[in-house]
């Protein structure tokens, strides 16, 4: 059951580009029900970054491009992560695949936002593929990171419609706006302690949210 945390839960954001879904988790739950230690990004300049620094959270880039194999990129990411001791750790628009290792280091505390109805549309062009496949429906889901990639238990999910003059663009667009409105509902609940993981399954309140999702 929910308990009313007594300080805002320490948070480290890792992102790869624009950051818009940072800016909805900084706008909604930053200093208050959590505490973002740091943004990081393993690409410079990106503007994800200034979003940070603007508010003044610290921001580092660890640029996998400086290492020669997935393993010494996770190892050097998740000792800049390690220094800020998060109880969460958040995949914003993270575009890299991580090592069966480093989930495995953050398993139950870090979650990741996919622009598909998980389990539809795992992997990129998330939008394009619905489009194609003559979906009437997409959406975004929320899940934690486990070692299947874009299949770890989903938390919560939204859905759009997909209407017949759309191209991927117009659907990102629809989608995107759900994104910044579940994320930080997400991430509040795991702030509360409503949210956990337990043998690969996410419970809320200490129910499994599967079932919730099946009654819908
Ligand atoms: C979002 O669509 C996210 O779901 C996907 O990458 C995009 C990131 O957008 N994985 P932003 O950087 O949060 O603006």
Redesign the pocket.
């Known amino acids: 059951m929910s308990r009313k945390p007594t300080r805002p839960l320490a948070v480290v954001i890792l992102?790869?580009?624009?950051?818009?879904?940072?800016?909805?988790i900084i706008d909604t739950l930053h200093g208050r029900e959590i505490d973002i230690k740091a943004v990081i990004s393993n690409r410079p300049g990106v503007?994800?970054l200034e979003r940070a620094q603007k508010v003044g959270i610290e921001t580092h880039v660890v640029d996998h491009k400086g290492f020669t194999d997935r393993r010494s990129f996770d190892t050097a990411l998740a000792q800049v992560i390690d220094r800020y001791q998060p109880g969460l750790v958040v995949?914003?628009?993270?575009?890299r695949i991580l090592t069966p290792e480093f989930v495995e280091h953050y398993l139950g505390r870090m979650l990741?936002?996919?622009?598909s109805l998980l389990p539809n549309f795992q992997g990129l062009n998330t939008h394009q593929r619905a489009i194609d496949a003559g979906m009437k429906e997409h959406g975004?889901s929320v899940h934690f990171v486990t070692p299947e990639l874009d299949g770890g238990p989903v938390v919560v999910r939204a859905k759009v419609p997909i209407h017949a003059d759309d191209s991927a663009e117009t659907l990102?667009t629809r989608?995107?706006k759900e994104?910044h409105r579940i994320y930080p509902e997400a991430i509040g609940l795991f702030a509360a302690d409503r949210l956990r993981l337990q043998d690969n399954v996410a419970l809320l309140d200490g129910h499994p949210i599967a079932q919730l999702a099946a009654a819908e």
């Open positions: 992102i790869s580009g624009s950051g818009s879904n940072l800016q909805a503007l994800g995949l914003a628009g993270f575009m990741n936002i996919h622009p975004v990102a989608v995107l994104e």
